[in-house]
Nanobody, 128 residues
Framework: QVQLAESGGGLVEAGGSLRVSCAAS?????????LGWFRQAPGKEREFVVA????????TYADAVKDRFTISIDKAKNTVVLQMNNLKPEDTAVYYC????????????????????WGEGTLVTVSS
């Protein structure tokens, strides 16, 4: 089993920045897995945001966040960080960390139901 624990999030005004982190623990993935973020706004389905390969490469972004969000990974700490800049009210959602034995570009294409490992989520609220 893999445990994912998110931290960060909160309330920010439009145009502001926030950082969310996800620490992975438990069963050790040696190679070839991806860590990523999905989000779910009220009344909407969970959607892919961004993912990165465990080796730090292959960052894959949803079009809605490209050029505003940046994902990075600290391999030593098994932690992935999502820096969110120029936030918009439509970015308001619960952000969930996810892990899968697949490349980052593959995580972007996976059905949400196919992802086994999830964090509990952290709320990001962007006021207008």
């Amino acid at each position: 089993q893999v445990q994912l624990a998110e931290s960060g999030g909160g309330l920010v005004e439009a145009g502001g920045s926030l950082r969310v982190s996800c620490a992975a623990s438990g069963r050790t993935y040696s190679d070839n897995y991806a860590l990523g973020w999905f989000r779910q706004a009220p009344g909407k389905e969970r959607e892919f945001v961004v993912a990165i390969d465990s080796n730090g490469g292959g960052a894959t972004y949803a079009d809605a966040v490209k050029d505003r969000f940046t994902i990075s990974i600290d391999k030593a700490k098994n932690t992935v960080v999502l820096q969110m800049n120029n936030l918009k009210p439509e970015d308001t959602a619960v952000y969930y960390c996810a892990a899968a034995l697949i490349a980052a570009r593959g995580m972007a294409l996976l059905p949400v139901d196919a992802i086994i490992y999830w964090g509990e989520g952290t709320l990001v609220t962007v006021s207008s």
